[in-house]
T-cell receptor, first 115, second 109 residues
Framework: GAVVSQHPSWVICKSGTSVKIECRSL??????MFWYRQFPKQSLMLMAT?????????EQGVEKDKFLINHASLTLSTLTVTSAHPEDSSFYIC???????????FGSGTRLTVV | GQNIDQPTEMTATEGAIVQINCTYQ??????LFWYQQHAGEAPTFLSY??LDGLEEKGRFSSFLSRSKGYSYLLLKELQMKDSASYLC??????????WGAGTKLIIKP
């Protein structure tokens, strides 16, 4: 079945530094990938939709200059959290869409802690 | 606005049956998903309904009524490993996934 690999699984960084999270579709091509953020006991919140070869579409309230998304190939999208602050600490999950209606496959998530 | 409602938390006994309800109000409808999410992990796909009726997959079944904006996930023969959050999500007219807040299911021996 379709597999989406996301890494790192967890990362601790100092406030003010940048962190890059990678999302790869391993056995299919994903023209569209989604980046979500999930705070404890809350639902997934869509941050942005990443389309291969074009600029990402950000949801209202998400700072595009802070959360940089690059989708340079059909199998890789990256999210870079720039100048991270403690309030950016969260669980970040990517999802890739493939053919077929059950085609929203999630990565394993990245637990980011900013200290 | 778009809205997905599901209970925050439910408790059930091992071996029993539990039904998790989801009601939705969205701009358009292109299907409803149920996902299971264990703590600290990403969601995993359980079911997809786009037509009215019941879809059965082993111990899990999902029901949809489009006219009522209502779905439920039915879990039978509950096992301890079924303790997780269950997320309801609707694909709207723009093919955007709208997520519910999830129902935390606690299974007791």
């Amino acid at each position: 079945g379709a597999v989406v690999s996301q890494h790192p699984s967890w990362v601790i960084c100092k406030s003010g530094t940048s962190v890059k999270i990678e999302c790869r579709s391993l056995d299919f091509q994903a023209t569209t990938m989604f980046w979500y953020r999930q705070f404890p006991k809350q639902s997934l919140m869509l941050m942005a939709t990443s389309n291969e070869g074009s600029k990402a579409t950000y949801e209202q309230g998400v700072e595009k200059d802070k959360f940089l998304i690059n989708h340079a190939s059909l199998t890789l999208s990256t999210l870079t959290v720039t100048s991270a602050h403690p309030e950016d600490s969260s669980f970040y999950i990517c999802s890739a869409k493939r053919q077929g209606i059950d085609g929203y496959t999630f990565g394993s998530g990245t637990r980011l802690t900013v200290v | 606005g778009q809205n997905i409602d599901q209970p925050t938390e439910m408790t059930a006994t091992e071996g029993a049956i539990v039904q998790i309800n989801c009601t939705y109000q969205t701009s358009g409808f292109n299907g409803l998903f149920w996902y299971q999410q264990h703590a600290g992990e990403a969601p995993t796909f359980l079911s997809y309904n786009v037509l009215d009726g019941l879809e059965e997959k082993g111990r899990f079944s999902s029901f949809l009524s489009r006219s009522k904006g209502y779905s439920y996930l039915l879990l039978k023969e509950l096992q301890m490993k079924d303790s997780a959050s269950y997320l309801c999500a609707v694909l709207d007219s723009n093919y955007q996934l709208i997520w519910g807040a999830g129902t935390k299911l606690i299974i007791k021996p």
